[in-house]
């Protein structure tokens, strides 16, 4: 299987609740990035964080990465109906990117 | 305005009809990369570049090349294209780990 697994698939919530996503990856990375895409269009960074680190904060978002566990999680807090888009996690070791297979997120308004 | 551009955007074509998808960024990066995206599905790395001449395959090389004559430009090639190679496209560049994506193209082979 991929190395960057995200988890739940799917989640669907109500404008205002917080959505967290998952991430697990399976080798050595350097650093971490999570990504958002609309539909069909291309992927907008978000945030990323690096393999020495263990919090990153960026407005609504924050990321933890545990490297002894080889997973990271997104949180969107106070989530808006803007935020419907497909989540994706990459790492990266040397040039080499892996994306997990994301996870769409709905906010219902 | 810094950013990634792909041309072309959507291409229809037939099995066996050599093709290029072009990329090009403006913002000096070392590093560019190609990928595909098949429906639902995250993003699976073709080849990549960290400088001028020196590129690597990565996840899904298989029936693409690519070339780095210069820091700007890093086209994809399909000398032979067959119908497993319809996707979604898109090329990145970095300089510091966050990659900055394309608009992607769209490629049909028939």
């Known amino acids: 299987s991929q190395q960057g697994e995200e988890d739940p698939q799917a989640l669907s919530i109500q404008e205002g609740e917080n959505a967290t996503m998952n991430c697990s990856y399976k080798?050595?990375?350097?650093?971490l990035q999570w990504y958002r895409q609309n539909s069909g269009r291309g992927l907008v960074h978000l945030i990323l964080i690096r393999s020495n680190e263990r919090e990153k904060h960026s407005g609504r978002l924050r990321v933890t990465l545990d490297t002894s566990k080889k997973s990271s999680s997104l949180l969107i807090t106070a989530s808006r109906a803007a935020d419907t888009a497909s989540y994706f996690c990459a790492t990266s070791n040397a040039g080499k990117s892996t994306f997990g297979d994301g996870t769409t997120l709905t906010v219902k308004p | 305005e810094a950013q990634v551009t792909q041309n072309p955007r959507y291409l229809i074509t037939v099995t066996g009809k050599k093709l290029t998808v072009t990329c090009s960024q403006n913002m000096n990066h070392e590093y560019m990369s190609w990928y595909r995206q098949d429906p639902g599905l995250g993003l699976r790395q073709i080849y990549y570049?960290?400088?001028?001449?020196?590129?690597d395959k990565g996840d899904v090389p298989e029936g693409y090349k690519v070339s780095r004559k210069e820091k700007r430009n890093f086209p994809l090639i399909l000398e032979s294209p067959s119908p497993n190679q319809t996707s979604l496209y898109f090329c990145?560049?970095?300089?510091?780990?966050?990659?900055?994506f394309g608009p992607g193209t769209r490629l049909t082979v028939l």
């Open positions: 990145a560049s970095s300089l510091s780990g966050e990659q900055f």
């Open positions: 570049s960290m400088n001028v001449e020196v590129t």
């Open positions: 080798t050595s990375i350097n650093n």
